[in-house]
């Protein structure tokens, strides 16, 4: 069986021992690091050693409903993506 996420308390307990930090400064910074990429995404946030989160545009295009085959337009639309950086992909995968 695999093991489960962290949770939002046991995260912020990991912060907190590692960083000699109390559970309070940990949760505040994880708080201001969390409102600095929502207000970063729109010009691509980086965390070094993590990844990127940017703002992507969608170009409309002709999609398919699978149920009956009828083609339909999908409209152009913003999308939200995070890219993984090399050094995760390495320090993960190997």
Known sequence: MAAK???KAQLITS?????GLTKKQATDF??????LA???????????GLGKLELKNRKARMGRNPA???SIKI????VLK???SKACKDAILG
């Open 38 to 48: 929502y207000k970063g995404a729109k010009v691509g946030f980086t965390i070094p």
């Open 5 to 7: 996420p962290l949770t």
């Open 15 to 19: 912060l907190a021992e590692q960083n």
């Open 75 to 78: 409209p152009a639309k913003k």
């Open 68 to 70: 009956t085959g009828e």
């Open 82 to 84: 995070f890219r993984v």
């Open 30 to 35: 994880l708080t201001s690091l969390c409102a």
